[in-house]
């Protein structure tokens, strides 16, 4: 088994994180560096790793170095190592397979050999515990299946998840009460991963594929986005509609600012912002109308 790594300049990590993922749609490792730098890494047989000329256009002008190493044979556990429980507020349990069930009131199980990992990235905690403070409506307790689809407004769901990889913020949400969920991401594997995880956690939700770049996300009360700035930026651009409240993670801090600017042209003003490391996330809700008297 061989660790490829690829090392980049931060201010530009994310762009390069973006171009990777392409090359490397099962995900790849992140490891702050120091000295301004962040390294990605992808593991895997020689024949099946990215190729060292995709990596440095992949990279571009932010690329560093790249370096390759020879994993020992105890590889796979001390992976398993690397992936631990998250637990925010004494309330949720966010954990791979292999560990205990945890002592929170909401235990999701979610396998880090799917997509994006188990959600203990910084930009998904963020995400986690601005959802663990919002209350879902009252409308929401209903199940999705005790809610015919003609009953729905114009098929409105309760909260979707843009960007969902392996489905963490979709499925904390179906087990804190929000009814119908929608989880969307542009590649197959997430949306696949996505179905799976529900599955295991006992809950429903509607994944599908879905490109941010030309689609109009599904009429829905909350969205959580998860996704690098860019991507972010694009989409504020694009959409004819948004949401009356947004949670929007996959920011660098000094990049919050320029984001929550794109989506007050729809009328969102920032209700709130969290920080962890060099990412941040922000809460936006719909500003309300005027009264002209």
């Not at 904390?172 to 009814?179: F, H, I, S, T």
């Not at 959580?224 to 959409?239: E, I």
Request: contains cysteine; hydrophobic residues 45%; aromatic residues 4%.
């Amino acid at each position: 088994m061989l660790r490829l790594a690829v090392r980049v300049r931060r201010e530009q990590a994310e762009l390069v994180l973006a171009e990777l993922l392409e090359l490397a749609p099962s995900g790849v490792e992140e490891v702050s560096v120091g000295d301004g730098l962040v390294e990605y890494a992808v593991y895997g047989p020689p024949g099946e790793l990215p190729a060292l000329p995709d990596l440095k256009a992949a990279a571009g002008g932010a690329l560093v170095q790249i370096s390759t190493e020879e994993i020992a044979d105890d590889w796979a556990e001390r992976w398993r190592s690397f992936h631990q429980p998250l637990v925010l507020a004494d309330r949720l349990t966010v954990r791979p397979p292999w560990e205990p069930p945890g002592q929170t009131s909401i235990d999701v199980v979610i396998d880090p050999g799917q997509a994006f990992g188990t959600g203990a990235h910084a930009t998904t905690r963020l995400c986690l515990e601005l959802m663990l403070e919002r209350e879902p409506p009252p409308t929401a307790a209903i199940p999705p299946k005790a809610m015919a689809q003609s009953d729905r407004p114009q098929g409105r769901f309760e909260f979707a998840d843009l960007g969902c990889g392996s489905g963490v913020l979709a499925i904390v949400a179906a087990k804190l009460g929000w009814a119908p969920v929608i989880a969307l991401d542009n590649d197959p594997a997430s949306v696949r991963a996505t179905s799976e995880n529900a599955g295991s956690n006992q809950v429903e939700i509607d994944a599908r594929r879905f490109d941010m770049r030309v689609d109009q996300v599904p009429r829905s009360r909350l969205v959580a986005a998860n996704v690098l700035a860019p991507q972010l930026l694009a989409w504020a651009a694009s959409q004819r509609e948004c949401p009356d409240e947004l949670i929007l993670g996959g920011l660098l801090t000094h990049e919050a600012d320029r984001v929550a600017a794109a989506f007050h042209n729809h009328g969102l003003r920032e209700l709130d912002r969290r920080h962890h490391g060099d990412w941040a996330a922000i809460l936006l809700q719909r500003t309300p109308l005027t009264d002209p008297s």
